[in-house]
């Protein structure tokens, strides 16, 4: 019974670190088209907690959606 419990406890902690809850305010590295950069945003709108709409560039200010940096096409 105790090995089972481990058990939960573990896969509900590795459950936790794979869907990541992001929070207006939060930092996040996001694709900027004005500075054409990868760069830190922070966080001004979510659809839901897995999913960010709207962000704000650091470096220029300029507000708008997300591009995950990974998708940027080359």
């Avoid at 406890?9 to 900027?32: A, F, H, T």
């Avoid at 897995?50 to 507000?63: D, F, M």
């Amino acid at each position: 019974m105790v090995i089972y419990i481990q058990l939960l406890r573990k896969l509900k902690d590795e459950k936790d670190n794979i869907m990541q809850q992001y929070s207006v305010g939060k930092d996040v590295v996001c694709y900027c088209g004005k500075c054409k950069l990868s760069l830190s945003h922070i966080i001004v709108a979510l659809k839901d907690p897995q999913n960010i709409a709207k962000v704000q560039c650091r470096t220029c200010k300029a507000t708008h959606s997300f591009r995950d940096p990974s998708q940027k096409k080359i």
